[in-house]
């Protein structure tokens, strides 16, 4: 995918604004891809992770900060679409002084790019790009934040799921239903306790023996397999991946046994296609940016001053929504995937246009 890359659709055009950073001090290389600001600031965190090349990072913000944008859009923010992306391993090179860098580079920005947590950055994080920048959510509460977004973050899927579930089965719940988490790291693990709760049984998977650790101790009834491969084979009704985007390929949608996808990983779909080839074997996908936006709904409300029932109310909001795509997937006769890009573009064509609207 390239910066520049257009459609027909003035809606779906390129990105914006890509912006190469780097401070040869702190070692610090990073990436922010600003899609979209048609509906306000663009908002997305900041992902810290060593990426094999400098195209495989550039490839990573593009995709997550398009995302971004549709994500914000159906959440019913007045936020745009962006991300950063930091190449290199956080447990190597991390350091105070690269993301207070990082943060001067943000802060460059004027408040076109709001940023948050991510894949290898957490709220101590956003505490210290803070202190060089105020255009950045996330932060602790200790420091006015709201905390951990992946709380809502794996409410929202969970609500999501709930009407994926309620669409295939006719109830709204995952009660009796085997439900295989690839992930357990930030989301995952709370999303594993709303599944148990509802009456759900699990089976998962992590790389981090950690991780798999933690599932022992806290939730001993849940089943642990050796990687995603034989969760993705695994007798489930729904699958649930809650770690790294391209989750979804060639070779993992024949060997599926779910009927139901919905997890908190962005960028699900490994290519254009796979949408249509898990409709065509009967599998329901609830699109990734809109079951897991809570955690953007939580960071979004940090910026007018942080309300976590405000907050919670509107990430339980994600079911309707989730409701609505489906049904007009049916109507329209298309995956779910092309009915939400629809409704996505929509607002921002809509509300975007709004802005030509002079104010004086």
Request: glycine share 12%; hydrophobic share 45%.
């Amino acid at each position: 995918m390239g910066v520049f890359v257009s459609t027909d659709g003035t809606e779906s055009a390129g990105h914006e604004q890509v912006v190469f950073c780097q401070d040869k001090q702190t070692g610090l290389k990073a990436i922010i891809g600003i899609y979209s600001t048609a509906l306000g600031p663009a908002l997305g965190g900041t992902r810290f992770y060593p990426y094999a090349t400098e195209a495989d990072a550039l490839h990573d913000v593009l995709e997550l900060s398009r995302g971004m944008a549709y994500k914000n859009a159906l959440a019913g923010l007045d936020l745009g679409g962006g991300k950063a992306v930091i190449w290199g391993d956080p447990e190597q090179i991390k350091t105070e002084a690269l993301l207070r860098a990082y943060g001067r580079f943000v802060q460059s920005l004027g408040g076109r790019y709001y940023t948050a947590c991510d894949v290898g950055t957490y709220v101590p994080d956003m505490d210290i790009i803070a202190r060089e920048t105020r255009f950045v959510t996330g932060r602790s509460v200790e420091h006015g934040g709201a905390g951990d977004s992946s709380i809502l973050t794996a409410w929202g899927v969970f609500q999501g799921m709930r009407a994926a579930a309620e669409h295939v089965w006719g109830s709204p719940t995952l009660a009796g239903r085997r439900v295989g988490v690839a992930g357990l790291g930030k989301v995952g693990k709370y999303l594993v306790g709303h599944l148990i709760e509802d009456g759900a049984s699990v089976v998962a998977t992590d790389v981090s023996e950690r991780a798999l650790e933690w599932a022992r101790q806290t939730y001993p009834q849940v089943d642990l397999v050796a990687d995603a491969a034989a969760l993705v084979a695994a007798d489930i009704d729904v699958y649930a991946p809650c770690a790294l985007g391209g989750a979804l390929d060639d070779d993992t949608v024949p060997a599926l046994r779910a009927k139901v996808v919905a997890g908190a990983a962005n960028n699900q779909l490994a290519h254009p296609g796979i949408e249509k080839l898990l409709a065509d074997r009967g599998v329901l996908y609830a699109p990734d940016y809109v079951v897991n936006a809570g955690g953007v709904i939580q960071v979004a409300d940090e910026i007018e001053g942080f309300n976590f029932e405000r907050a919670k109310l509107r990430a339980t909001r994600i079911y309707d929504t989730t409701r609505e795509i489906l049904r007009l997937a049916d109507a329209e006769g298309v995956p779910p995937a092309v009915a939400a890009d629809r409704l996505a573009e929509r607002r921002m064509a809509e509300v975007g246009r709004l802005r030509t609207i002079h104010l004086g």
